[in-house]
């Protein structure tokens, strides 16, 4: 079965500091990685996802086949960054989502 | 548009009594899925409707649990005989067709305690 490891439950930085929020996963196939995120009293909403290799507000997030992980990274954080950040997956063919349990990321002034 | 709307923001029960929550997605959104988002267990993926086609109910965690989705709209999920580890909050999301390549759109959510 699929699984998604965020190792760090809280990721405490100051502004203007990189960030790195870790993502591993163990899949046999081919997965979809995303990176979802939840601004406090906000919904859910997808922020990147692999298959677009696109920037989103500053987050870039790599797959890395070999080591298993597709960490989230932005060089320089700002304050409206903090918010609870899921990495997730889906299967090849298969849309439904396995996520991590999350990381909460708090940018500090 | 109108996104992802759930019914009730917040619902308190007794242990043992039914309940029911109800998703309205994203009008034109052919698949819909539920999660369940509790504390130490992250978000976990429940079940999920695709048009017509049979539900995958692969990750409901009981015969408790169960769903039902209308003329390919609105869906409900039923939990029977409610159990104090049944207190989350349950999240409905749409998406426009079953590829992973289509985003998903979260509800609210519905927060449910059993007391």
């Known amino acids: 079965a699929q699984r998604v490891t965020q190792p760090e439950k809280l990721l405490s930085v100051f502004k203007g500091a990189p960030v790195e929020l870790k993502c591993n996963y163990s899949y046999s196939g081919s997965p979809e990685l995303f990176w979802y995120v939840q601004y406090s009293r906000q919904r859910l909403q997808l922020l990147l996802r692999?298959?677009s290799r696109e920037s989103i507000k500053g987050f870039t997030a790599d797959l890395n086949k070999g080591e298993t992980s597709f960490h989230l990274k932005k060089p320089f954080a700002q304050e409206e960054d903090s918010a609870m950040y899921y990495c997730a997956l889906s299967r090849s063919g298969y849309s439904t989502l396995t996520f991590g349990k999350g990381t909460m990321l708090l940018v500090s002034p | 548009g109108a996104g992802v709307s759930q019914s009730p923001s917040n619902k308190v029960t007794e242990k043992g009594k039914d309940v029911e929550l109800r998703c309205d997605p994203i009008?034109?959104?052919?698949?819909l899925y539920w999660y369940r988002q509790s504390l130490g267990q992250g978000l976990e993926f429940l079940i999920y409707f695709q048009g017509n086609s049979a539900p995958d109910k692969s990750g409901l965690p009981s015969d408790r649990f169960s769903a039902e989705r209308t003329g390919g709209s609105v869906s409900t999920l039923t939990i029977q005989r409610t159990q104090q580890e049944d207190s989350a909050v349950y999240l409905c999301a749409s998406s426009l067709s079953d590829s992973s390549s289509y985003e998903q759109y979260f509800g609210p959510g519905t927060r449910l305690t059993v007391t």
């Open positions: 692999h298959i």
């Open positions: 009008s034109g959104h052919t698949a």
